[in-house]
């Protein structure tokens, strides 16, 4: 509509009165006539700051799969981290080596959503963040590229929604080893249990077979079929930790409790210290 108005305003002084006009009037006449006339002129959609971000850090991303022979994109993650039997036993230690490199690799990152603090928790295979406003999903995904990328530990980055379509981490690769092997070697167990106990020819009631037919179409619709399921793809996990306020940048020592909290001063038989029952039965003799 404001353009057929624009239109005829300017037909107006097309056919009499343009010639009148100065040329630089003239000029700029001209170009909002096929600037609106031109109908292959399409205008780009402005990309919004979430979108922007997004496209850049995929960008360099997917620029770090082509440099794999020149950089190791991985030389911070132990070979243990892609045995989980291994790392199982190692994490039962509360100050395994594992996770105190972890503890301490952080980052703080500006997104259009507000700052963010984040880290990646070893343990539970998630990263970590702080901040005072939510997050989308889709700005964590940024931060997290950019966090794996600093600290050469890319494989921790798992969502198959934006790593290249070639390309999956072998972190992944490593649990769906690990729990097919372990589906299978549940199953093994199960059936030499069967076996053992064998009930099919044990002195028991048996079911009468039942014979059940199942059907794919649809009565109303016959050209109805079943939807396919969508294919899972595995996804990066996200813990949220709290207010910025929240984080700690100093690392606090655990305090050591000896003889079940109870710790005295007074030392007796050469500096050896007394359990709770022995201080006061010498407190209770010395009066």
Known sequence: ???????????????????TLSPPLRQVLLHLWEFFCNERNTVEPVKNEIDRILEETMDKFAKSFDNDNAVDYNQNIDPIVYDREKLGEQLQNENNV????????MMMETTPRGNLIMKYNLYKHAFEYYADNHIPHT???????????MYRCRDFFVDENYLPKDRKSKLTEAIQKYEESKKKKNAADNKSGREKTDLKNGPFLKPKKVTVTTTTTNPVNPEWTEKKKPEEKTINKFSYMGKLVNFSFLKKPKPIHTMNGFETKQLFDFGKKLSYEEYKKRMATSK
């Not at 594992?98 to 690799?105: F, G």
Request: charged residues 10%; aromatic residues 14%; hydrophobic residues 65%.
């Open 139 to 149: 700005l964590l995904n940024v931060a997290a590229m950019r966090f794996v990328l």
């Open 1 to 19: 509509m404001p353009s057929i108005i624009f239109l005829c305003f300017v037909s107006l002084f097309m056919g009499t009165a343009i010639v």
């Open 98 to 105: 594992l996770e105190a490199p972890w503890n301490t690799r």
